[in-house]
């Protein structure tokens, strides 16, 4: 494994916001030979990133979105159980999204999850689906994959992908994601549903709570708001601070932690080699880079 072979370092922070150009987007990049991580400023929308990722990536980027690349199977054995179409495995069900929400503009997925035969699974602003959870078990939290179980062991707080409401969801931010999946494939590889290749760029799925963690923020304090806190963090990493000081937003800061972070780490083959990621897992539901 060549892990150590990246040269740059693009974290992504996502959104599943409506609309053309999302607020909740920030890109950041950090070079493999040191420095500050540096925010890309754009008001960025979904497809203009899928643009950047398709035609525009430096060689040998190692990208981070954070999004969930899959929803939860290994709980159920299939991502929607009783429905005689349930794809079989992540590209698969990337490719139901986008048929699905084929019609919607900026890679939303509203109609995906408004389907009559999906809605049941998820949890929106109006209803809690019979299926949010598995095998008629009480709602609670809903679903979760493996990895997101990792991520609560390590003190994390992760949220399931079939959850579509309040201010911490990812559920609509992943869907949308997972549309963006399905138009890079053949361009770029999706680790871990797809090996990691001996060169070239990749994507893998991040949380900015697992950087923030690492960087000696914890769970309750994950969200660095001023550039103090943030330097402060990126110092933790070894990374030198970025200019500026005063308020931030989060997004930019969650960015810019992580492409840092994602250098800091990269090269450490157990980040590659969790104990939880099966090859069955890695087709299914993905991992969370990072998650131990």
């Known amino acids: 494994m060549n892990a150590n072979r990246f040269t740059h370092f693009l974290a992504i922070d996502w959104s599943g916001a409506k609309g053309e150009r999302q607020k909740g987007i920030a890109l950041a990049l950090a070079h493999g030979d040191g420095g500050a991580p540096v925010l890309i400023e754009h008001r960025w929308g979904r497809a203009d990133v899928l643009a950047i990722l398709r035609d525009e990536l430096p060689a040998d980027t190692l990208v981070g979105l954070d999004l969930g690349i899959g929803l939860p199977f290994a709980d159920c054995g299939a991502y929607f159980p009783g429905l005689p179409d349930t794809p079989p495995d992540a590209p698969a069900l990337w490719d139901l999204i986008d048929r ?135 110092a933790t990493l070894g990374s030198p601070g970025v200019a500026g000081e005063g308020p931030i937003d989060d997004h930019s800061s969650d960015a810019l932690l992580t492409a840092a972070w994602l250098r800091a780490v990269a090269h450490d083959d157990a980040r590659w080699t969790p104990a939880g990621l099966t090859p069955e897992i890695a087709a299914t539901e993905g991992w969370t880079f990072g998650a131990l």
């Not at 109006?126 to 078990?137: I, L, P, R, S, V």
């Not at 609670?140 to 992760?158: D, I, L, W, Y």
């Not at 992943?174 to 090996?195: E, K, N, Q, Y």
Request: charged share 20%.
């Open 100 to 234: 699905i929400a084929a019609d919607e503009d900026h890679l939303g997925a509203n109609s995906f999850v408004a389907h009559p035969d999906l809605r049941p699974f998820f949890r929106d602003g109006m209803d809690t689906g019979a299926h949010f959870g598995c095998d008629g078990a009480a709602h609670g939290r809903g679903r979760f994959r493996v990895t997101e179980h990792a991520q609560a062991a390590m003190g994390c707080k992760p949220y399931s992908n079939f959850n579509l409401v309040g201010a911490a969801q990812v559920g609509k931010s992943s869907l949308t994601g997972m549309r963006m999946l399905h138009h890079l494939r053949g361009h770029l590889p999706v680790w871990p549903v797809d090996p990691l290749p001996p060169r070239g760029s990749v994507v893998v799925e991040i949380y900015t709570s697992l950087a923030a963690r690492e960087a000696g923020r914890s769970a309750a304090k994950a969200k660095m708001r001023n550039y103090e806190d943030l330097n402060a963090a990126l």
